[in-house]
């Protein structure tokens, strides 16, 4: 009997989830908006000439993985590491201004973009010490780190296991593994997460990329108007590349190795370096800043009035004078 009751369990919670995925790509297919739609931000942006003087391409293959990173600018080292749907070109927006003061380097993560797709390796350690050890082959002891969603389980990893190698941790609208992301996922009902988690994801996603990226673009902005069709053109065809959409799913399939790793640390230690950690107005808001209190010495931070998840994009300017501020308070 018992056996009968998990499989109709089971079988009921895949039903529930194709339904709801069915929804959303219903939604996304009648192009109707998913938030009502604000006046786009004005935004500075470089023609593609100009962009492309000040960063170049490159690859490098560290920690057994060939890593894809955009570099450029002037100054110490400043990593940003991009979240999930996209890749390093999420940061463009804000990335000629950093490159005014800092040199501004962004990798794809593994098994996003460019970079390698392996098998295995999605845990924040082992991606934290893949950006590590992407540093030192830059010939750099001391760097920024800048990290937005996703990006932040590996910029936390990082920080935690080379508290000496890192000037200063900036967290954007995220709450890790181990230390609340698991809570606020039940409370809020952030059903992807679990979603990414599940053995179906692929099987569903295939064919709706452009669909469902461009779904959850939309539906955790304040303003959708901020980013263009085309801007998320630019991530979902490095998505539909073979075996791109799974190894992005893997980040969140390490997710409670992740936890482990972060409670372990939890448990007796803390960041020694300053800290600013921000959420968008009308997305995590001051969580972030609340969740990570008590894993860090010296923390500031609160929430950007004006944004849903994608502050870069949607607050850029707000967001740069607050990176810089924040960046320059004291010598690192």
């Not at 009921?12 to 604000?38: E, K, N, Y």
Request: aromatic share 10%; glycine share 8%.
């Amino acid at each position: 009997m018992l056996r009968k009751h998990l499989k109709f369990r089971l079988a009921s919670v895949a039903l529930t989830t194709t339904l709801l995925f069915s929804v959303i790509l219903a939604r996304a297919d009648s192009h109707q908006p998913f938030l009502s739609i604000h006046p786009a931000i004005g935004q500075r942006q470089p023609t593609e000439a100009m962009f492309n003087r000040t960063f170049t391409h490159h690859t490098a293959t560290v920690n057994g993985v060939r890593l894809h990173y955009v570099m450029g600018g002037k100054g110490k080292p400043l990593v940003l590491i991009h979240g999930w749907p996209e890749t390093w070109y999420g940061w463009k927006t804000i990335m000629p201004a950093l490159a005014e003061r800092y040199t501004v380097i962004v990798p794809d993560m593994r098994g996003f973009g460019d970079s390698e797709k392996p098998a295995s390796g999605y845990d924040g350690r082992t991606v934290g010490e893949d950006i590590y050890q992407l540093v030192r082959h830059l010939g750099y002891d001391r760097v920024f780190l800048v990290a937005h969603d996703m990006g932040a389980i590996p910029a936390f990893a990082y920080a935690a296991n080379y508290p000496q190698a890192v000037c200063k941790l900036v967290i954007l609208d995220m709450v890790l593994p181990g230390l609340g992301l698991e809570e606020f996922v039940k409370d809020n009902g952030v059903w992807h997460f679990k979603f990414h988690q599940s053995e179906v994801a692929e099987t569903l996603v295939q064919g709706k990329e452009r669909e469902y990226i461009t779904y959850m673009h939309h539906h955790f902005m304040k303003n959708p108007a901020a980013i263009t069709q085309a801007e998320i053109d630019v991530h979902v065809q490095k998505y539909t590349a073979p075996g791109a959409m799974q190894a992005s799913f893997g980040h969140y399939r390490a997710i409670p190795e992740t936890a482990t790793q972060n409670r372990a640390f939890a448990a007796n230690r803390k960041l020694p370096m300053p800290v600013l950690a921000l959420g968008g107005e009308a997305a995590m808001g001051d969580l972030p800043l609340r969740s990570l209190k008590p894993v860090a010495d010296d923390i500031r931070g609160g929430s950007i009035p004006g944004a849903g998840h994608y502050i870069q994009k949607e607050q850029p300017d707000r967001l740069v004078r607050q990176l810089l501020a924040f960046l320059a308070e004291q010598k690192a």
